[in-house]
Each structure stands twice: as C-alpha cells, then as structure tokens.
C-alpha cells in the first residue's frame, strides 16, 4: 500500500506540474534590428532583364543624307526620361563608356548596318558635346551626395561628304559605374 500511495502521490504531483506549465504567462525579450548603409550607386530610369541592365538607348532618328551635322540624347529603358546616379554621400564614382562593338581606327565608334557599312559617331558629357566621354581619362567622375543627378549622354554623328546605303545602323555600348 506504501508503494501505491507514493505512486499516487507522484502522479498527482507530476498532473499539478503540467497544470502549471499550460498557465497563462508573460515573457519578454529584446530582438535587435540593424541596417547597415554600405558605400554604393545606383543607376535609376534604366531596366534589368535577368542579369543584364538595359540603361536605354540613342535614336538618331531617321534621315536621307549625312551632309549635316545630327544629334541625340540617351532616353532611359525605364520609360520617358533620362538616366541617374544616386551614390551615397562622400562616395567618389565613375561613369566610363565603351568603344563599342564596331571601334574603328583611334578608337572611333561607329555603327554598322545588317551589310557591314559603318557610320562613325561620338558620345558627350555635355550638351555642347565639347566634353568626350569614353574610358580613362575621360570618363565621367564626382561624388555622392545622397541625391539623384542627371546622367545623360549626348551623341552626334557628324556630317559625311557621302552617305551610306539606307538601312538601320546599330551599335551597342557599355555602360560602367564604379566607385
């Protein structure tokens, strides 16, 4: 009878246990949360596609002679407007452009047509298109302020004592921002 009273009595205490454990209760902790703001840049008004950025485009339009001088500007992928930088602050950054894929003789971009013909063109920093814009020394450089600048090439094709048969000339250059 000993050993039945004192199993009885560890199962009471084990019931009046389990009876405390599903009690209603309060516990409290702290949970950290942190964000950390690296150095960096972001291009805004262009568009990815899986792991290729499409920055936009320059569309000299359509014309029957080169006998005169033709200018664009890029538009961004991401709809009516042009590119941006956003860098962080005090970030230096940047901005160099390729030759292309048709670079002629000291480092000409050109065009080309489904044919082969080429037509030759530069690209500018500046809407007086006096500034060059290309890789190394002239590439475009600043630093961040936190706040969104215009990025904006500005293309000309200068005008050509003849002009190539009509087709669509096409060319495609990288665009690469560091900092």
Do not use: E
Not at 3 to 20: E, F, N, W, Y
């Amino acid at each position: 009878m000993k050993k039945t009273l004192m199993a009885l009595t560890s199962v009471a205490t084990l019931l009046c246990a389990s009876g405390a454990a599903n009690a209603a209760g309060t516990i409290q902790g702290n949970l950290g949360v942190t964000l950390t703001i690296g150095a960096g840049c972001v291009v805004g008004g262009g568009n990815s596609a899986g792991s290729v950025n499409d920055f936009g485009a320059i569309s000299f339009g359509t014309y029957s002679s080169l006998s005169n001088i033709i200018d664009a500007s890029a538009t961004g992928s991401g709809g009516a407007g042009t590119l941006s930088l956003t860098c962080t602050t005090g970030t230096a950054y940047t901005v160099a452009l390729n030759n292309g894929l048709h670079v002629g003789a000291g480092n000409q971009r050109q065009m080309a047509s489904t044919a082969g013909a080429l037509i030759k063109y530069n690209l500018y920093q500046d809407q007086a298109r006096a500034t060059a814009w290309s890789s190394g020394a002239n590439a475009l450089t600043g630093t961040g302020t936190g706040a969104a600048v215009p990025l904006i090439v500005y293309g000309r094709v200068p005008a050509a004592a003849t002009t190539p048969d009509p087709d669509t000339y096409n060319d495609t250059v990288t665009m690469t921002v560091t900092w």
